[in-house]
């Protein structure tokens, strides 16, 4: 790692940009013009926060707070455990320890430094963590492991033979830092007797685990509290995605990306609810008005992302749609499998409720809910089985009335690379055109955004997507 980038505190610096831009929200506008000629690199995503006003400033807000409660963990007594995003971090607040979501950290780096997690994600490999791993884990533990961030205390996750890198990942990171390490693991299966009662088995084990690091039994209550906050974001979730069939969808495409990272960060959490309720009452009247969520307007094509997004420098990606008339639907990312949620609706057994009647049957609802989240949820079994990826994936694009499909993911994912090519064989056949990215969602080395955009607009043009 060059010696320069290991002058700086990693979290510190996000905090620190996080912080700035948050600030900046609160500037008049000839402070925000000034300011904005002092970030070259983030001016593009830093104007669609300010775009976005209210629901923006919600996103940073929770930004800033989510890297102020790591730096500030220790002074405050708590631990502080690495995590990855299909874990969902409810079961970490109720247990009063702070979450290190490596995604989260890895995205906000990539999306606002012009380098971005390149130093962190090769110190990995350095010190003999594999290339071929996902980038999306390797620049925030690259920081972790060159002891450039706050020390983590234990680890979570919940991968296993969903994705063999991302699990490798806390794995490695366990043995090199000797920590100790929970993984929850999941069968092949969503909804049978024996996958039931492997994910409550499993998450028991896993709250016995988190309760021998803090040295603090589970406290009902505070569970009990999450769970209804849970229960209320799950409400506003599922009034935005009925909102989002509409034509023209009224939803702006970053929100998609406002709702995961929000959920990946805060679920269960107050901060939270209050962006859902800002965002709903924005895409509300949007639709009352019979207007867009695309700043450009006019709606000339549905895409569906079928995995996730795009995160390099800038946050390209939604600027490119947006400039074209290309709705984004969300993708596997923003999609919440409540039983509240309009998709659903008729297979019911696929999606979890919750329920605070007594202490078994709250976990039992947070070990269905972490068997829902993404990846977790439709990767763990074969492609083409009911309830995995194909099924989730055309009956979200017919619901949501896309007009195209599109994969991005890193190289790193080997258990949807191994499947694409079938799939989107399978997605074509049922009547949607699919486009399979090549790009690292987090490192422009391997396909700049240059050559992944360029590919983008040829299968837009000679697909007639947006005739
Ligand atoms: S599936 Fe891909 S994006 Fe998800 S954790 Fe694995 S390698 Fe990373």
């Known amino acids: 790692m060059r010696p320069e980038t290991k002058a700086y505190h990693f979290d510190w610096m996000l905090w620190r940009s996080f912080d700035g831009a948050e600030k900046m929200m609160s500037g008049t506008p000839k402070e925000i013009e000034r300011a904005l000629e002092y970030m070259p690199h983030f001016r593009r995503g830093m104007e669609a926060f300010l775009r976005h006003g209210s629901a923006g400033r919600h996103l940073l807000t929770m930004m800033r707070a989510y890297f102020e409660n790591i730096l500030t963990a220790r002074d405050r007594g708590k631990k502080l455990v690495a995590t990855t995003f299909c874990f969902s971090p409810a079961i970490l607040y109720a247990m009063d320890v702070v979450p290190v979501c490596l995604e989260v ?15 962190y994600l090769d110190y990995c490999v350095e010190v003999g963590f594999t290339e071929t791993s996902c980038s999306a884990q390797r620049g925030a533990l690259g920081a972790i492991l060159a002891g450039l961030a706050e020390e983590i205390d234990f680890i979570v996750c919940d991968s296993g033979g969903v994705c063999d890198t991302n699990a490798n990942a806390f794995a490695f990171a366990s043995a090199y830092l000797d920590k100790p390490f929970y993984q929850l693991n999941y069968p092949p299966t969503l909804t049978d007797e024996r996958a039931r009662t492997y994910h409550r088995q499993d998450y028991r084990a896993l709250i016995e685990f988190i309760e021998s690091q803090t040295g603090r039994p589970l406290d009902p209550d505070r569970l009990r509290r999450t769970i209804e906050e849970i229960g209320r974001q799950d409400e506003l979730l599922a009034e935005i995605e009925e909102l989002q069939r509409l034509a023209p969808n009224p939803v702006p495409g970053i929100y998609n990306m406002f709702i995961y990272s929000g959920r990946f960060m805060f679920d269960g959490q107050p901060v939270y ?62 999609r919440f499998y409540s039983d509240a949620a309009p998709f659903v609706r008729g297979i019911e057994e696929s999606a979890y409720r919750l329920d605070t009647t007594g202490l078994d049957e709250m976990i039992d609802a947070m070990a269905a809910l972490n068997s829902r989240m993404p990846m977790v949820r439709s990767i763990r079994g074969p492609y083409d089985a009911p309830y995995m990826w194909l099924d989730d994936t055309l009956g979200l694009a017919r619901m949501y009335r896309a007009d195209c499909i599109v994969y991005n993911g890193t190289p790193g994912c080997r258990n949807t690379w191994g499947m694409v090519r079938p799939f989107a064989r399978d997605t074509e056949k049922h009547g949607f055109p699919t486009h399979i990215m090549n790009a690292d969602a987090f490192d422009d080395r391997v396909e700049s955004w240059e050559s992944a955009s360029d590919r983008l607009e040829e299968f837009f043009n000679v697909r007639r997507l947006l005739a």
């Open 105 to 119: 950290l890895t995205t906000a780096a990539s999306m606002t430094w012009k380098r971005g997690a390149a130093d």
């Open 273 to 334: 609810t209050r962006a859902l309720e800002c965002m709903l009452d924005h895409v509300s009247e949007n639709a009352r008005l019979g207007r867009s969520g695309l700043h450009s307007g006019e709606e000339r094509a549905r895409a569906f992302f079928c995995y996730i997004d795009h995160y390099t420098t800038d946050m390209r990606l939604w600027d490119w749609l947006d400039d074209r008339g290309v709705s984004h639907l969300g993708g596997i990312l923003s």
